[in-house]
Structure formats: C-alpha cells, structure tokens
C-alpha cells in the first residue's frame, strides 16, 4: 500500500490516476452495503449497469433485475438497493444485474484502475486488511449524491483511512478530511450522520431500518471484486475477520 | 439568505445552480487573501484571468501583471500571490492582473452566478455579515487544488458557514462536513493545517510567513466583488466590522 486518496464525487475521478490503483467503491446508503450483503450471501454475481435500459436485456435470462432511482424501487424491477432484499432466500445462486442512482455509475467510471472492490460497513474489517497487503495506491471512491458530497460515504472512507494509516503513509488532503470526520463520528455514528441530506431523505421514504442496517460493522466477510462486467466474490483467500 | 452550501471543488460547479447565488470564490492559500489586502490597500481593481497569455495585453498598459504556478513567481512578471506583493506602496491607486493555479480559475468558472465576492480569513466577519443580509442561496466555492479537494479552503467554509447557520438555514452534506472540520481545527487553526497538502508544498518553497498572514482574521473590512472582469471593493456601505 503506497498512498490512500479519497475521491470524494465520482466527477472528481478524472483528477486521479486510475491505472495503478486499487479503487474503492462506496455507496454505504446503500448499494455498497447490499452489494456485500448480497454476495456474502450466496448471489453467483451482482452486475452493476448505469441505465435502466441496460438492465432490459437481462430480463427473462434467468437474472433477477433491481433498480432505484431517488431511493426508490423503479417499478417493474424485481426489487431495488435495499439490503433487505438482498437474503439467501431472494439471490442465493442468483446473478442480479443492478442500477441504482449514484452507486453503480461510480463503478462504471473505475474501470480504467487496477482493480475495483466495494466497500461498507458491513465487510470493513476483511476489506482494510486486505488493502493493507495490496502493493498499490488505494484509492477510495465516493459515490455522492448525483456528483454531490455525501456524509456518510466520506466519514467511511475515513474509518477505511483510520484503519489503514501508519507513520508512513501518504495521504491527501481530501483522506485527511475525512478521517477527521469519522474520529468525530465513530462515538455514535447513527446520530452523527442523521445531520446528513441523505438520510433526511431516507426518513421521509421510511426506510430507517435500512439506514441501521447499512452501518453495521463486520457483518460479513467478502470482498466484491470487479471481474469483467461481474461483482463476484475475491477469489483470494479472505483474510480472517477481526484485526490483526 | 436561504440555504448555504459548500463546493468543495470547480470541478464540482456544473452541479450546483449558480443563476441566483451568491458566490464566495475561495482560495485561503493565497489568491483569495491577497486579493482582500490588495483592494484594502487601495488597488484600482485586480482583474482575475485564467491564463498566463491572457496576462499579456495588459502588460505596458499601466497594469501590473502578476501570475502564480505551482506556488512560485511566474518568470517577467511583477510579482505572484504572496499576500506581501499587495501593500500600499505596491499596489494603491493601480490595476493588477492576476492569473494563479487554482483561484482566478475558480473565479472564472463561477460567472454564472448572482454575484461573485472573494472570501479569506483577512474579510471573515464583513464578509459573513453582508452574507446573512443576502436574500439568495450561498454558495462557497473552494478553490482546491488542481480541482482537488483542499483543506485549508474547506475550514474556510466551514467558519463561514458557523457564522451564517441559524435554526432554519438549510445547509447541504458539505457545508455540514465543513462546519466539523472547522470546529476541530479551529482552537489552532495553524497547527491543525499543518496536516495539508499545500502547507507542505508551501513550506518547501519557505514561505511560511505567508502562510500564516493568510491565517489572520478582519485584518481588513473589505469585500471584493467581480463586476464585469473587474474584482473593485463592494460599493455599499460596508457592515461594520463585528459580530452584530
């Protein structure tokens, strides 16, 4: 691991370079979250598409379709982002192709780096030790609200910092920012991010369980690798859950 | 003023309406705080462009030229954005353009708007006092660097942004990230900016004795505003300096 960057609005990836880096994309609101849920439990892949029009050919082939836009399930589509939907009973030995507002464009704009995981809450410990081995710059991805700053994408890439640091490290001014706001909300991270729009946004949709839900810690231990055009499991064998 | 948000990069302007806004160019390190203490010295106007060519006509006109790359003097030009070019014996009664990496860009990107006044430590409380009397949305715009993310620009907004906040204001996810970054730096504003990337970059060229002029607040009661291409001090009787 050479440097950790935050990228803090899938806009701003052009200013970094993509090639060498291991790119980390994080929608904790919640396709990142469902990503890892769904993976960990048992989906064959999740293929992550920008349009809605690209999920239409996926239709009848066996594969499950999930679509939000404005935190809504588009209508027609076999369910949208949340983790809930997303159980062994629904997607086990499934391929879902999924399109959601910020998340899965953040992704489609990674694919120049070395490699693109997904991170959350929910598979955080497994992720950050595996980062920590990797002999590339870590850059980690937020995916915003529609190219704006989110809160809760950026105080998780900071808990990834926080995790990740040592005297050595090479960081920006963007992963310093954002450790700074995770230090000052990991005491009570619920309440601290009910400052921010988007969980404003989930109230109003009733949707709070799946705000909790999204911030649980180690829930899981996959990691979501991109492959092709798949989110599948990391082949590698996964580092054991817990710190070092 | 209706709501106050925070651009935490130029990049990031395209997102954000900017017809009925009033937008704060800032760049802390040094465009924005020199172009305070320039027309608080008596400068004519200083006219911001984007790049060095631009720079030229003016050149024997009876203009000063003045152009920062990378945080140095630009070779034939008379002088960059060191806070200490701007005094009275420089500048009074005369014009000076200006072009530097991050800042005169930021301002050109920002023409759509309302009006475009500039925002430092040096004009903080006048500044904030004119702001809360505006009945438009606010728009800080941190200039960044290179269109990334800058510390020292976003605590900027973030001061901003606790002095503007009332009950009712509506501020998005960045200005409330700024407001935290604010309040943890702001027992210490010099050492907490240390952990920036352009205090670093700074200090290798040894100019930090700019570094911490920049940091110092109402030093000066103006407010600069572009009218046409030209940055002239506010025309309207000024609030006193102070919190009301």
Redesign the interface.
């Known amino acids: 691991m050479k440097s950790v960057q935050?990228c803090?609005?899938p806009?701003?990836l052009?200013?970094y370079e993509l090639d060498d880096a291991v790119a980390v994309v994080i929608d904790i609101f919640r396709a990142s979250s469902s990503i890892c849920y769904g993976l960990a439990n048992g989906a064959k892949a999740i293929i992550p598409v920008a349009d809605l029009d690209e999920c239409l050919p996926y239709r009848g082939n066996g594969c499950l379709v999930a679509a939000e836009r404005n935190g809504e399930v588009v209508e027609g589509f076999d369910f949208g982002n949340s983790p809930f939907s997303y159980t062994k009973e629904n997607i086990a030995e499934k391929t879902v192709v999924l399109t959601t507002t910020n998340g899965t464009q953040a992704i489609r704009r990674c694919l120049a780096a070395k490699r693109v995981v997904i991170g959350s809450f929910l598979n955080i410990t497994t992720l950050s030790d595996w980062l920590r081995k990797q002999d590339h710059p870590i850059l980690l991805v937020c995916s915003g609200?529609?190219?704006?700053?989110?809160?809760e994408d950026?105080v998780f890439a900071g808990a990834v910092v926080n995790r990740l640091k040592t005297d050595g490290t090479v960081i920006?001014?963007?992963a310093?920012?954002a450790e700074?706001?995770y230090l000052?909300a990991r005491g009570d991270l619920a309440t601290y991010l009910r400052?921010?729009?988007?969980h404003q946004r989930m109230q109003r949709l009733h949707i709070e369980q799946d705000i909790a839900f999204c911030l649980r810690e180690d829930l899981v231990s996959v990691i979501p690798v991109l492959e092709g055009k798949e989110l599948v499991c990391l082949n590698e064998p996964a580092a054991p859950v817990g710190r070092p």
């Open positions: 935050v803090l609005s806009a701003l052009p200013f609200w529609k190219n704006h700053f989110s809160l950026t920006d001014d963007a310093q920012a700074s706001l000052e400052k921010s729009s988007h």
